[in-house]
DNA sequence: GGGGAGAGATGCCGC
DNA sequence: GCGGCATTTCTCCCC
């Protein structure tokens, strides 16, 4: 059985009037809405877009999020974030959706031409998605098992605040020298480089210090991050984030089960 | 009239084998899918994440994106880019969406113990969004209107490239020192600063200089990049990142229409 | 709300 | 493909 069966409307090439009808309920209830139609979408605020008729997908999430999705690409081609207050109406026989936020000043009009559903539904959802492998996974198993970094790493504190940044992980070697330890879940590039050289500066500044060790750990560096480090007399130290739920597949097995 | 009428179908409700025949009919025929279901999501691949029983909207495009949204916020729970490759199946009643990609190699397994609706459908879209506003209009800007930055600020070039990245706005001052304007379209943060810092000294060293301005272009800057702004004794310029469709409109008036 | 930084970031462009 | 970087980034956390 499905509880939400009766909290669930499924409108088939609606005329105007009656997808506006729908659609109003479905926001007024705080239900997911989702619109599939013909239309034009015009965005202005942080920055200003227009977008000519073609076919996409409409979804307004019960927090006012609305997002517009094209044929392609994991971005919405428009959107606005929640806070938003949606205005339904109907001009000339097409259905128009203004959506509007007060901070920052912006508004997002979508003009549909034809629709070709309309779809709204109660959702429930109180789940919060689990992750590993973030960048906060790998400072801890640094943290837990310094000889990834080096043989004499002593580290002393994480996530370490200075009014330059925040430090992943803050320690010494084994002749007593300061260590900072910056990790980076991908690629390190120049700007892992700059940001560790200011976490660098300001902790000599702060303590009076002459050296200080600044360490990258990251699964791999590009080459020209890796000049600027060498030339800066920072280290580099391939550290691959932690997985914990399944190992790494090798590229073969991936698509083993298809 | 709708063309796209018979390319589109809606199932309330559907058995799992159902809703898994219209799903692969949607698949294959590259249609838009739309479904809605009470599901688990795991995912495995540049991290690992574990998602327990709720509604969603599951959605996948013509290209083989597949998104997976909440009840709120802009992002996707679980996602997985175009190149995907998905298969369908059924499972002790419930429908599996299972996602994989090669490179990177990572995959995702939906668990559906219901399936609310599934809703496929052709969808024809050519237009591509036109954007005001951008970082690299603020530069063009600048260029045309050097003023902008100061009475005699000179630009020659956009976009010089250097090893250690790409200089938005690059020119002299009246006494003929180089100068390189940094741009950013909203508030201006301490990266922003390392950013400029980086160029100028590269340019330095390249040239053989002794002094390069440097400036900061932006609506705004934060209060400790204003202050590591000084430090390094460059200057920051309010510039706003123009906006051609629309005047930039007060807060009062954002929401007059309603 | 500002500030700082990560993200399974994505997307764009250049080499 | 890598590299460098913007994004209406969004999201989280801390002050």
Same mark, same amino acid.
């Given at each position: 059985?499905?509880?939400?069966?009766?909290?669930?409307?499924?409108?088939?090439?609606?005329?105007?009037?009656?997808?506006?009808?729908?659609? *109003?309920?479905?926001?007024?209830?705080?239900?997911?809405?989702?619109?599939?139609?013909?239309?034009?979408?015009?965005?202005?605020?942080?920055?200003?877009?227009?977008?000519?008729?073609?076919?996409r997908i409409i979804f307004?999430?019960?927090?006012?999020?609305?997002l517009i999705h094209q044929t392609?690409g994991?971005q919405p081609v428009?959107?606005?974030?929640?806070?938003?207050?949606?205005?339904?109406?109907?001009?000339?026989?097409?259905?128009?959706?203004?959506?509007?936020?007060?901070?920052?000043?912006?508004?997002?009009?979508?003009?549909?031409?034809?629709?070709?559903?309309?779809?709204?539904?109660?959702? *429930?959802?109180?789940?919060?998605?689990?992750?590993?492998?973030?960048?906060?996974?790998?400072?801890?198993?640094?943290?837990?098992?310094?000889?990834?970094?080096?043989?004499?790493?002593?580290?002393?504190?994480?996530?370490?605040?200075?009014?330059?940044?925040?430090?992943?992980?803050?320690?010494?070697?084994?002749?007593?020298?300061?260590?900072?330890?910056?990790?980076?879940?991908?690629?390190?590039?120049?700007?892992?480089?700059?940001?560790?050289?200011?976490?660098?500066?300001?902790?000599?500044?702060?303590?009076?210090?002459?050296?200080?060790?600044?360490?990258?750990?990251?699964?791999?560096?590009?080459?020209?991050?890796?000049?600027?480090?060498?030339?800066?007399?920072?280290?580099?130290?391939?550290?691959?984030?932690?997985?914990?739920?399944? *190992?790494?597949?090798?590229?073969?097995?991936?698509?083993?089960?298809?």
């Amino acid at each position: 059985m499905d509880k939400l069966g009766d909290n669930l409307k499924l409108e088939k090439q609606p005329t105007a009037e009656k997808a506006a009808k729908v659609l *109003e309920e479905g926001i007024n209830k705080k239900y997911a809405c989702i619109i599939s139609a013909n239309c034009t979408a015009r965005y202005s605020g942080r920055a200003e877009s227009f977008l000519d008729l073609g076919d996409r997908i409409i979804f307004i999430k019960p927090d006012t999020t609305v997002l517009i999705h094209q044929t392609s690409g994991s971005q919405p081609v428009n959107w606005m974030p929640n806070n938003t207050v949606h205005n339904v109406s109907v001009k000339k026989d097409k259905l128009v959706l203004s959506s509007a936020r007060i901070s920052p000043p912006e508004k997002l009009e979508v003009e549909m031409d034809q629709v070709h559903f309309v779809n709204i539904m109660e959702m *429930e959802d109180r789940e919060k998605i689990q992750t590993q492998g973030s960048e906060k996974h790998m400072a801890e198993m640094i943290y837990k098992n310094p000889s990834l970094i080096s043989k004499d790493f002593k580290p002393v504190s994480m996530e370490e605040q200075t009014k330059y940044g925040f430090i992943d992980v803050f320690g010494h070697d084994g002749k007593g020298v300061l260590t900072i330890v910056e990790c980076k879940r991908y690629s390190a590039d120049l700007g892992a480089v700059t940001q560790l050289r200011r976490y660098v500066e300001r902790i000599k500044k702060d303590k009076g210090l002459k050296k200080v060790n600044g360490v990258i750990a990251a699964p791999k560096i590009s080459s020209n991050a890796k000049k600027m480090l060498e030339d800066w007399g920072f280290k580099f130290k391939m550290v691959e984030p932690p997985k914990h739920f399944e *190992e790494k597949k090798k590229k073969q097995s991936i698509l083993s089960n298809f």
